[in-house]
């Protein structure tokens, strides 16, 4: 059975950090990209950052450059999400994908809540 669990989500002041994690289960992992995804209320689903199989690709939001970091480790099946200077505009559910070729999983989503 295909898992993507996230966790570490919660409330944060204002210029916070958080760490996000990712545990994947019942798929090989190191097969498939990974990505952060985030939906805020009333808002369309947004790419966050996103990471290749080997880790050395990383490509990130204009808006989450030089604030957040991605990174996963294959041995592990985890995939993590820094996020340093954190914003009220960064509140959302933040989303863990995986994708192969015609194949991807979600995640349930862990909420991210950032006060002014």
């Known amino acids: 059975q295909v898992q993507l669990v996230e966790s570490g989500g919660g409330y944060v002041q204002s210029g916070g950090s958080l760490r996000l994690s990712c545990a994947a289960s019942?798929?090989?992992?190191?097969?498939?990209?990974m990505t952060w995804y985030r939906r805020a209320p009333g808002k369309a689903r947004e790419l966050v950052a996103s990471?290749?199989?080997?880790?050395?690709?990383?490509d990130y939001a204009d808006s989450v450059k030089g604030r957040f970091t991605i990174s996963r480790d294959n041995a592990q099946n985890t995939m993590s999400l820094q996020m340093n200077s954190l914003k009220p505009e960064d509140t959302a559910v933040y989303y863990c994908?995986?994708?192969?070729?015609?194949?991807?999983?979600w995640g349930q989503g862990t909420q991210v809540t950032v006060s002014s």
């Open positions: 990471i290749g199989t080997t880790g050395d690709n990383t």
């Open positions: 994908h995986a994708w192969r070729h015609q194949t991807d999983y």
């Open positions: 019942g798929f090989t992992f190191g097969d498939y990209a």
